[in-house]
């Protein structure tokens, strides 16, 4: 088989893989830089910068970090299954793998800062400006506030990371929170290493913060990169008396 055949059959493994896994939006799927991963990878040379170069292409075309994986997972198992049918597994991704791709994600994400007024564009997660101006709704809603609601809180510690590991410990403990606390909940970043989410008090938020505890550390172990930020510090937050109190609680949990 030819190195052009060969290439084209990759991708189109690729693709099928990416498809059958959920891919949202497949007219957008076929970009130059997929041409360049595959060109890599049977070519024998390292891969990491094409995946970098993927990861950004895939960030500038509005693609999410959890929908990125996804597809690097469909490719990392059509490389290692020979077979026609292929389950993508975002935890069996190469911990280097993984990481190329989702910094040359994150560099773009970052870039758009300053275009994303109550989103945090790294993390996908509100701001913690956001978060103020909710409490301050529910607790104009209700009298009770502090008895209907709580805060989930997430710490990691960055520090024990270096440079962009950190970024990516960050993001890749974002994508947790979004994956439990998918209810419309409020979900937001309150520094570089502190994630809350207002929630409302029922029968289940015990078994979803231990879900959490859960896929959070599973999220952290992949990379020995962003091993050393974790494992997640989770904990339920009583909600203060005050608005007032609650803002300021915020600022406090986010030094």
Request: proline residues 6%; aromatic residues 4%; glycine residues 10%.
């Amino acid at each position: 088989m030819g190195v052009a055949q060969a290439e084209r059959l990759l991708k189109s493994r690729w693709r099928t893989a990416t498809m059958a896994a959920g891919w949202a939006f497949p007219a957008d799927w076929p970009l130059a830089e997929v041409d360049e991963v595959c060109a890599a990878v049977l070519g024998g040379t390292d891969p990491g910068d094409a995946l970098v170069r993927l990861g950004r292409a895939r960030a500038e075309a509005g693609a999410g970090l959890s929908e990125t994986l996804m597809d690097l997972a469909a490719l990392h198992a059509v490389l290692t299954d020979p077979s026609h049918v292929v389950s993508p597994d975002v935890d069996a991704l190469p911990p280097r793998m993984l990481r190329t791709t989702a910094l040359g994600w994150a560099d773009v994400v970052t870039k758009q800062a300053g275009d994303c007024a109550a989103e945090d564009p790294l993390t996908g997660l509100a701001t913690a400006a956001y978060l103020r101006t909710r409490l301050g709704e529910v607790y104009r809603e209700t009298p009770v506030a502090p008895l209907g609601y709580a805060l989930v809180l997430l710490r990691l510690d960055v520090h024990r990371a270096t440079g962009w590991s950190r970024v990516v410990a960050m993001t890749l403990v974002s994508d947790a929170l979004r994956t439990v606390f998918d209810g419309g909940e409020t979900l937001a970043t309150l520094g570089p290493c502190v994630a809350a989410v207002l929630v409302k008090r029922d029968e289940l938020l015990g078994r979803r913060v231990s879900n959490l505890r859960v896929l959070a550390a599973d999220r952290l172990s992949g990379d020995p990169g962003v091993r050393p930020a974790g494992p997640a510090e989770i904990w339920v937050e009583h909600l203060p008396d005050t608005c007032g109190a609650a803002r300021a609680l915020l600022t406090s949990l986010g030094r």
